[in-house]
């Protein structure tokens, strides 16, 4: 079946380590990839996201994503975790490509809590 | 700018009873989107539109109905509510170049006891 899965649930990091959330997607052509970050009580924000090209996209807040086709991933990374950063992280894929869907698809969310 | 606003913030229904749930947005958007979020589910879309007087269902639609009679806003209903339409409920919207940006609303909590 298609689908976007996140494996974490839940992660915890400590303050300044790294952080690496996983997503991967079953789909037969390549979608579009994006990253979105809910705050603690808001809605989601656009993190970074990906159509093609190069396959490391930089995004905001210092996060960035690499696109590894042979594994189907998309998996998000930060170098140094800093405790502002603490939220739900959401990988979402458009399975069409950009074709006439105008929407998304949303896995299940990682929520990430930073020890200090 | 307000951006997505969302009324109302928190409402408690009764069983069988009926709410309408109001989004607008002031970005000139063309397309907006309702989406639930329950624990371990992620976001779920509901209904979508892709411009005024136009709807489409998403992925979870039955119980809810909704209406798109001017740009700027967004009504989703429920006829008849049951509890397992408790949930957080969120409003998007984004534009039509590019429609993967979208902008959320700070959301309705929804209780049906």
């Known amino acids: 079946a298609q689908s976007v899965t996140q494996p974490d649930i839940h992660i915890t990091v400590s303050e300044g380590a790294s952080l690496e959330l996983r997503c991967n997607y079953s789909y037969g052509a390549t979608p579009y990839l994006f990253w979105y970050v809910q705050s603690p009580g808001q809605g989601l924000q656009l993190l970074l996201k990906?159509?093609?090209?190069?396959?490391l996209v930089q995004g905001i807040k210092g996060f960035e994503a690499e696109f590894k086709r042979s594994q189907s991933s998309f998996n998000l990374r930060k170098p140094s975790v800093h405790w502002s950063d603490a939220a739900e992280y959401f990988c979402a894929v458009d399975p069409t490509g950009g074709g006439s869907n105008y929407k998304l698809t949303f896995g299940k969310g990682t929520l990430l809590t930073v020890n200090p | 700018n307000a951006g997505v606003t969302q009324t109302p913030k928190f409402r408690v229904l009764k069983t069988g009873q009926s709410m309408t749930l109001l989004c607008a947005q002031d970005m000139n958007h063309e397309y907006m989107y309702w989406y639930r979020q329950d624990p371990g589910m992620g976001l779920r879309l509901i209904h979508y539109?892709?411009?005024?007087?136009?709807?489409a269902k998403g992925e979870v639609p039955d119980g809810y109905n909704v209406s798109r009679l001017k740009k700027q806003n967004f009504l989703l209903g429920l006829e008849s509510a049951a509890p397992s339409q408790t949930s957080v409920y969120f409003c998007a919207s984004s534009s039509e170049d590019a429609y993967y940006e979208q902008y959320f609303g700070p959301g309705t909590r929804l209780t049906v006891t």
């Open positions: 539109s892709v411009g005024e007087g136009t709807t």
């Open positions: 990906y159509f093609s090209g190069d396959t």
